[in-house]
């Protein structure tokens, strides 16, 4: 009788449905010394359970490691991704150039005759060559940005004049649009490089 009148106690104790009613189970406990006692133990431990916080791990410092790390991987595969991009765009710019000029150069003669077509073709397929190195090796972009920029501005101001004058419709100068945006994306490229450390005395001298 005690063992079960124990169980019951317990299962009280713990908020559950006790196997047996609770006036049986009260009826026995008042009569019966050991189970008192018993009780009396549950009760003390179930109270010293209850009070004393059940001990948790601080992950406050993991999870904020974790973030940081995860912070610095996407903010280093933001530039690689965004630089991919560009030289995908100056290659694809300087095959568009390439074909185009080759076209020339092999076709019919244009409107400023055929040697000055020819030269003009000549001097587009070299352009093109330097933008496919510069997509190839991005860390050469800076060596033709220069030219590219130069020859960008010249065109943009030339085109305005004669269109300005009459000498040109706009039309006719919207190919002139592909030096300008082939400058812009070589300078994205190229800014998004490597700096190249420039040569100390004694690194030149040891040149030799």
Known sequence: MC????????????????????????????????????????????LLVRATPAPTQDLTAR???????????????????????????VGVLA???????????LGVEGALGAHATREMACFDIALAVGFALAALRPERARALLPVALVLALCLAATSAVDVANG?????HEIGHLAAVVQAAA????????????????ATAAGRG
């Open 3 to 46: 063992e079960h009148v124990r169980v019951a106690l317990s299962a009280r104790l713990d908020g559950e449905a006790p196997p047996a009613t609770a006036a049986e189970i009260d009826a026995h406990t008042a009569t019966c010394p050991g189970c008192q006692a018993w009780l009396a133990g549950a009760e003390r431990l179930d």
């Open 186 to 201: 070589l300078w994205a490229l190229g800014r998004g490089g490597p700096r190249t450390t420039p040569l100390t005395p």
């Open 63 to 89: 999870v904020l490691t974790a973030v940081a790390t995860d912070q610095r991987r996407r903010s280093a595969a933001e530039p690689v991704a965004r630089r991919q991009v560009l030289r995908v765009a």
């Open 95 to 105: 095959v568009a150039q390439l074909v185009s000029a080759v076209q020339a150069l």
């Open 167 to 171: 000498r040109t419709a706009v039309v």
